[in-house]
């Protein structure tokens, strides 16, 4: 086993010592930040299977730039005494700490979500290095991808018009996916679920917000294209932007 494969079963194990999960079934996937896996759910979960998404450990991730995704308001000064200057100096401590805030990001970004009612999984539980949550499937079938969904030209106009809820909805409660196209999107039985949260920001303290606000809807519209849909996202964006600021108190 690598290292790698030796971080993933140790995150694992914790969710089955909790008694969260009582086994690993499969792999689902492997991203850039991290891998899913298909767990059989303890009874108290009120499911039968469960997804465990374990990240991969800082020096084995490749998230597109952490800096972009980190906020207008730097975390290394939001967080005092040791624990900052060990993020401030990139020590094994630090790389540690901050791999755990992006989980951590992620854990309570979907709990809020779902909470308001949008279409992200439902949250089990999180540790240091993985999230636990909803499985969105049938048994060892797993929901596709919207990018290799198969939609009918009517389906397509209502999941457009749903994603751009989320997106509305998201922003109002203060968070822009950051990463969002086709292949975090979900499609399964009429449902759309967004999903992989890692990368969130919240609009209040990101430079980067506005930007990253259009590029998802430009990226998802990138999908609808084939239906003759136009994302015409920088319209978008600058409508949706405009709304929520003038929202804010």
């Not at 106009?157 to 751009?164: D, I, N, S």
Request: with cysteine; proline share 3%; aromatic share 10%.
């Amino acid at each position: 086993m690598t290292e790698a494969d030796d971080e993933a079963a140790a995150a694992l194990d914790e969710f089955v010592a909790e008694g969260q999960i009582t086994s690993v079934l499969s792999i689902i996937k492997t991203g850039k930040e991290a891998s899913a896996y298909l767990c059989r759910a303890h009874p108290s979960l009120g499911a039968k299977y469960a997804v465990a998404k374990v990240y991969f450990g800082r020096k084995h991730r490749n998230f597109a730039n952490d800096a972009t995704y980190a906020g207008g308001r730097s975390i290394m000064q939001a967080i005092p005494g040791q624990v900052g200057r060990a993020l401030k100096n990139k020590s094994e401590a630090g790389r540690k700490f901050q791999s755990a805030l992006w989980v951590d990001r992620e854990f309570e970004t979907l709990f809020t979500l779902r909470d308001a009612g949008l279409d992200v999984p439902d949250v089990y539980a999180c540790t240091e290095a993985a999230v636990l949550m909803e499985y969105v499937g049938d048994g060892s079938v797993a929901a596709p991808q919207l990018q290799h969904a198969d939609l009918d030209p009517a389906e397509a106009e209502a999941t457009w018009a749903r994603l751009l809820w989320n997106i509305e909805e998201m922003l109002r409660l203060d968070v822009v996916h950051g990463d969002l196209s086709a292949y975090n999107v979900l499609a399964w039985k009429g449902r759309t679920v967004l999903i992989d949260f890692p990368q969130a920001v919240d609009p209040r303290f990101s430079d980067a917000a506005r930007d990253l606000l259009e590029r998802d809807i430009r990226n998802l519209g990138r999908y609808f294209e084939r239906f003759g849909i136009d994302a015409d996202a920088t319209r978008r964006a600058n409508d949706l932007w405009w709304r929520w600021k003038r929202g804010r108190p």
